[in-house]
């Protein structure tokens, strides 16, 4: 059996509500990839090892110009917006639907502990790639023996 969303010329309650239902995944409903404009924001994978911060943001189809990285303080926003706009040259059409992504990612970073200047980015196989090093002094120093005397 097949299901097919239609759509309703009436404004009664019912179509929305299964509008909705149908528009939604059937078992995640609270998907958090989805924004308030239901537009998809990338996942992210932050991993953490003793020399940096690694950030991975999922952005399948981006070329490394789409981005834009900023670091106000310690506040880190990535950035994107990508406009797919095909011209034709037929002046009436059906229909024609413009492609346009954009989303935004702030993580705050942690105080006194990144080396800001030395942020490394690059985006390869559909994965923007994030390196962030620690300071020196926020670097956990192995476990040393001390000798008694």
């Known amino acids: ?15 929305n509500l299964f509008d909705d239902f149908f528009n939604r995944e059937l078992f995640n409903w609270g998907n958090n990839n989805y924004s308030s404009t239901s537009t998809t924001v990338p996942s992210v994978n932050i991993r953490e090892n003793a020399d940096a911060y690694e950030v991975e943001v ?5 070329e ?3 981005f834009e990285i900023k670091l106000d303080g310690n506040l880190l926003t990535i950035s994107s917006s990508k406009e797919d706009n095909h011209e034709t040259e037929e002046g ?3 229909r024609r639907e413009f492609s346009y992504q954009s989303f ?4 705050e970073l942690p105080r006194d502990v ?5 942020i490394q980015a ?8 994030l390196t962030i090093p620690k300071k020196e002094t926020a670097k956990q120093k192995p476990p040393r023996l001390i000798e008694i005397s």
Not at 104 to 107: E, L, T, V
């Open 114 to 118: 990144v080396d800001q200047e030395n």
């Open 122 to 129: 690059k985006y390869e196989n559909g994965l923007l790639l």
């Open 92 to 94: 009436n059409y059906t």
């Open 104 to 107: 935004q990612r702030s993580f």
């Open 1 to 15: 059996m097949n299901l097919i969303k239609r759509n309703w010329n009436n404004s009664s309650v019912f179509p």
């Open 58 to 62: 999922a952005a399948p189809g981006m």
């Open 64 to 66: 490394k110009n789409d």
